[in-house]
């Protein structure tokens, strides 16, 4: 069987109101990483003034101010300044965002399983929450209709 070190990692950029993402969405990462679904990898908190001028700061330097308390990263530099760079351009002025990259733990057996027995992911797509909600939501009223 093949073994991988790491699952599958997805790498977000997610806008929030101020400086840090409400504390309610730190406590579900924490408590994905706890269950073992999900290993943080990186975690940069992008920040455009409204001059265009980007700061970037890794939760790494600072993970208490930003309410991870003792979670440590797996693997800093996930995201690299190119990535910074290029992300930082989707950001508004007077905005911030995190970028969040996370393997996929839950994945890893899957992703182990597929290259052993010679698959191939050729295409892979997230489809965001609200819209599964609102998909959802649609076809069930249709059907009450």
């Given amino acids: ?11 977000h950029l997610v806008g929030f109101e101020g400086d840090r993402p409400d504390p309610g969405v730190i ?10 679904a ?10 455009k003034s409204e001059d265009g001028e980007v700061t970037a700061v890794e939760i790494e330097d600072d993970s208490d101010r930003y309410g991870f ?9 996930i995201a690299g300044d190119e ?10 002025p007077g905005a911030s965002a995190a970028i969040v ?5 839950w994945a890893k057996r899957l992703a ?9 992911v050729l295409r892979s797509e997230r489809i965001p929450a609200p819209v599964v909600n609102a998909l959802v939501e649609a076809a069930q009223e249709e059907e009450e209709s």
């Fill in 101 to 105: 990259a996370y393997e996929l733990v």
């Fill in 69 to 77: 308390g003792t979670v440590e990263l797996a693997e800093l530099g």
């Fill in 112 to 120: 182990e399983s597929l290259a052993v027995s010679g698959g191939v």
């Fill in 27 to 36: 406590a579900a990462i924490v408590e994905l990483i706890e269950a073992g």
């Fill in 83 to 92: 990535d910074i760079e290029e992300l930082a351009e989707m950001i508004p």
């Fill in 1 to 11: 069987m093949a073994e991988f070190e790491y699952g599958p990692v997805e790498l």
């Fill in 38 to 47: 999900v290993r943080l990898l990186d975690f940069i908190i992008v920040s």
